[in-house]
């Protein structure tokens, strides 16, 4: 069955840490760590985003060496879960890829570690998602988290991962854990 | 509240991809990213065990930048997950630190992505857990995983993290997803 969740890594535009508006480096960790997640709970895609063309091409480096170059010989699960991954400039050309593939308008998550006046449950998106004729983008903020603009501009924002006062997770972190919640221990019972 | 729950990231002994028993060289994002979770879900410690001189100072080095450098004053967040990170040389070691903080022999939990005769499930450790006089040493290996002698060694084996036919994720996102299927979720109502 084609997931209808797909996740969006947003390296612009987000917050640094003076709260201005800023474009991050890619990690290149991220990029291992979230497409193994991404595979591991049977994701529909993951979206790479960045507008820098230095950026860009270190993404597309990195996914030619472990899909086709030594790479894939060398460790062909990374070929697996690194064949989730694209590149795109902005979080609406990203939409629009995945709104293309389903004739129908992704409806976008945005996620972050502070509380949001609006924000809903974990168990409300994982009741979302069972409407598996609407795709879902959920988006994760790099740096300092996702801009005003972007939370504004999403149908939905979801509730932080709540910690014992301190809620400063690695945004690999946190998306291994919000993928486990939405999508993890059911994948046995349901299939 | 003390927690009572320990992790070690095993870099020794530990198998390679040939199944051959190494050291691995230490991760820094490992060192944060684990560190950061440890101190969201209020572990009492944090174990970076290698028996290699190298290592050890590499990490002593990050540890020291983080805690008492330049790092503390750039990010003081992270000097507070840093603070629950100790380096041993071996498993034994951290787990001598662990028993005899507590005056008490630890339970060791080994991990792994493979299936194994005997592994308990999540809700099971969970409620082991909540025997508040008991410590517990959660072990994780890096590489390709926790030898069969360690897992023999140890009281537990947690059961894998399922996914939907893939399972390899990183060591870092294994132990994100473990920490908050042991800890997370109540966290709110139950303090």
Chains 1, 2 share one sequence.
Not at 39 to 55: A, D, H, K, W, Y
Request: hydrophobic fraction near 40%.
């Amino acid at each position: 069955m084609v997931s209808n969740l797909y996740i969006g890594l947003v390296h612009h535009p987000i917050y640094d840490r003076r709260k201005e508006v800023v474009a991050t480096a890619v990690t290149n960790f991220d990029i291992h760590d979230i497409a193994r997640c991404a595979r591991t709970f049977g994701i529909g895609g993951f979206f790479v985003i960045t507008p820098l063309e230095s950026q860009i091409q270190l993404v597309e480096r990195i996914l030619c060496h472990w899909r086709e170059g030594a790479g894939s010989v060398y460790n062909p699960t990374r070929k697996e879960s690194l064949s989730l991954v694209r590149v795109t400039r902005t979080i609406d050309e990203a939409d629009q890829a995945i709104s293309g593939l389903w004739q129908k308008r992704a409806k976008k998550v945005a996620t972050g570690a502070s509380p949001h006046r609006e924000s809903v449950s974990f168990e409300f998106f994982r009741e979302l998602l069972e409407d598996r004729d609407t795709p879902y983008f959920i988006l994760f903020g790099t740096g300092w988290g996702l801009t005003k603009e972007v939370k504004d501009d999403s149908d939905y924002v979801l509730a932080p991962i709540e910690g014992k006062g301190y809620n400063h997770l690695s945004v690999r972190s946190a998306v291994a854990i919000i993928l486990d919640r939405l999508l993890g221990n059911r994948i046995n019972s349901s299939e």
